[in-house]
């Protein structure tokens, strides 16, 4: 089975510090996700990347970028935390093909304070 | 672009009721269909799919058949247990942008002993 790893399920940050949020796929999918998730929000997409160093914007960028340095490894990171980015965030990875869904993380739940 | 709606909640069943949830979809081209299923605190989980017009995507006693004529993919359970308590998404992959899931907003579920 195809596993992604978010390296924390919990994580309290202060307001104005630079959180890192890791995420790790081990089987060579091509694409990977950053999502927010709130309450009556339903899922936003915060960005994607479709294969080593490129990346793409989702809906929700703002206050965020993020890192692919290799093919199983994405990295969000907020550069200057702020109450309103306390949230769940999930990654996902695919393989690139119409009949293929995302395999997720189990999410990181993030209180700024 | 393409869209997904779903039925909104909170849905409210007993133990042992039929389960149906709504979901129907916009899109240009010949979509994958998938239904996902996140339980409390967790991140989502793949629960069934389908790829072709007719196809029945089945797992774990739900059922959802993928309508062209009624642009629809509606999920179906004979009958549930309080364990299927959870939030319930409706996606579909066109693959346009990089095979990008388009997501529905979530239904909760919950069910009553």
């Known amino acids: 089975d195809v596993k992604v790893t978010q390296s924390s399920r919990y994580l309290v940050k202060r307001t104005g510090e630079k959180v890192f949020l890791e995420c790790v796929q081990d089987?060579?999918?091509?694409?990977m996700f950053w999502y927010r998730q709130d309450p009556g929000l339903g899922l936003r997409l915060i960005y994607f990347s479709y294969d080593v160093k490129m990346k793409e914007k989702g809906d929700i960028p703002e206050g965020y970028s993020v890192s692919r340095e290799k093919k199983e490894r994405f990295s969000l990171i907020l550069e200057s935390a702020s109450t309103n980015q306390t949230s769940m965030y999930l990654c996902a990875s695919s393989l690139v093909g119409v009949h293929y869904g995302y395999t997720f993380g189990s999410g990181t739940r993030l209180t700024v304070v | 672009g393409d869209s997904v709606t779903q039925m909104e909640g909170p849905v409210t069943l007993s133990e042992e009721a039929f389960l149906t949830i709504n979901c129907t979809y916009t899109?240009?081209?010949?979509?994958?269909l998938f239904w996902y299923v996140q339980y409390p605190g967790e991140g989502l989980q793949l629960l069934l799919k389908?790829?072709?017009?007719?196809d029945k995507g089945s797992n774990k006693g739900f059922e959802a058949t993928y309508r062209k004529e009624t642009t629809s993919f509606h999920l179906e359970k004979g009958s549930v247990q309080v364990s299927d308590s959870a939030v319930y998404f409706c996606?579909?992959?066109?693959?346009?942008?990089?095979?990008?899931?388009?997501f529905g907003k979530g239904t909760l579920l919950t069910v009553n002993p």
């Open positions: 389908a790829t072709k017009a007719d």
């Open positions: 996606a579909l992959n066109e693959g346009g942008s990089n095979y990008k899931l388009t």
């Open positions: 899109a240009t081209g010949y979509p994958s």
């Open positions: 089987m060579d999918h091509e694409n």
